[in-house]
């Protein structure tokens, strides 16, 4: 299965809101609630941010925020701050059977 | 606070095989299931597979199939990922993952991560 499309990097200033786009299939993306979103900062393991397309763990900030349209999934980062630089990853995650990552989208805060 | 405790660095030649092991402190392993991922230096997240200690049973990414074998063992809480007949593209960093038990579809918790390098 091939990985999801993610755009390799995204920047914004601080206080923007920026959007990272993950495209798939009817098969992964556009299959019933798949999608998460990870974070990673260079040389440490990913961390939730997103669940079920849209649900946020406790703990995570409600600056982030999750959507899905058809096969496109989509995640917002509200009032962009310093700390929100790192890399960040979609996942079409039925576990059960198979599990597809994007590529990943390196989010730079100008 | 649920922790999984991935082993040591590890470093092997072409052609052999490697075994990191996860073992998960602080919550009920056969509950959950597990996964594993790697990341080569400088790429992106690449599911290998997984296993569902309760039951025994193993999922495996297509590209792995017949290459990697993911155990279990409950008596010590630990999960297992040996990857044989090892080249250079498998220096990566393995990272287990923690599959959450409702829905089984995103991993909450993850490992530190173990680099294995291969090199002659």
């Known amino acids: 299965q091939s990985a999801l499309t993610q755009p390799a990097s995204e920047s914004g200033s601080p206080g923007q809101s920026i959007t990272i786009s993950c495209t798939g299939t009817?098969?992964?993306?556009?299959?019933?609630?798949?999608v998460s979103w990870y974070q990673q900062y260079p040389g440490k393991a990913p961390k939730l941010m997103i669940y079920?397309?849209?649900k946020r763990p406790s703990g995570v900030s409600n600056r982030f925020s999750g959507s899905k349209s058809g096969n496109t999934a989509s995640l917002t980062i509200s009032g962009l701050q310093a700390e929100d630089e790192a890399d960040y990853y979609c996942c079409s995650c039925a576990t059960s059977s198979t599990v597809v990552f994007g590529g990943g989208t390196k989010l730079t805060v100008l | 606070q649920v922790q999984l405790v991935q082993s040591g660095a590890e470093v092997r030649k072409p052609g052999s095989s490697v075994k990191v092991s996860c073992k998960t402190s602080g919550g009920t392993f056969s509950n959950y299931a597990l996964s594993w991922v790697r990341q080569a230096p400088g790429q992106g997240l690449e599911w290998m597979g997984g296993?569902?200690?309760?039951?025994?049973?193993?999922h495996y990414a297509q590209r792995f199939q017949g290459r990697v074998t993911i155990t279990a063992d409950e008596f010590t809480s630990t999960a297992y990922m040996e990857l044989s007949s090892l080249r250079s593209e498998d220096t990566a960093v393995y990272f287990c993952?923690?599959?959450?038990?409702?829905?089984?579809?995103?991993?909450?918790?993850w490992g530190r991560g173990t680099l294995v390098t291969v090199s002659s």
């Open positions: 993952a923690r599959v959450d038990s409702s829905s089984l579809r995103y991993f909450d918790v």
């Open positions: 296993i569902i200690p309760l039951l025994g049973t193993t």
């Open positions: 009817s098969s992964d993306i556009g299959s019933y609630n798949l």
């Open positions: 079920e397309d849209s």
